[in-house]
């Protein structure tokens, strides 16, 4: 899969998008069904972290497209770290379309 769905900062503009831009490929608006919540604790306390839940409301963000990601996924999951795990999900498009997609959520806890 070449897409990745961002909410936080990886986000284009905001803080750590300085990790995705030299990937290139393109942005879209879209959204998500979860909660997001700030970690309240370990190296990422105080950092956005989604639980996906399809009866939750919309979080938007911005999904990449680029074949490129696959040579990137070892670097981008070790930024985002222990308390996030990379799992799949559907994305809906600013335009309604849906497609899917990567996304960093929240590790649970075990």
């Avoid at 996924?73 to 999900?89: C, H, K, M, N």
Wanted: charged share 25%; proline share 5%; glycine share 10%.
């Amino acid at each position: 899969m070449n897409r990745l769905f961002v909410y936080g900062t990886l986000c284009p503009g905001r803080e750590n998008a300085h990790i995705l831009e030299p990937i290139g490929g393109t942005w879209r608006k879209g959204s998500v069904r979860g909660v997001v919540h700030i970690l309240d604790w370990g190296p990422d306390q105080g950092l956005p972290a989604i639980v996906l839940d399809p009866e939750a409301g919309k979080v938007e963000g911005d999904l990449l497209t680029t074949e490129q990601l696959a040579q990137h996924w070892e670097r981008i999951d070790a930024f985002e770290g222990a308390q996030y795990e990379r799992v799949p999900v559907q994305v809906e498009l600013d335009t309604g379309e849906k497609t899917d997609a990567w996304i960093y959520v929240m590790k649970e806890m075990k």
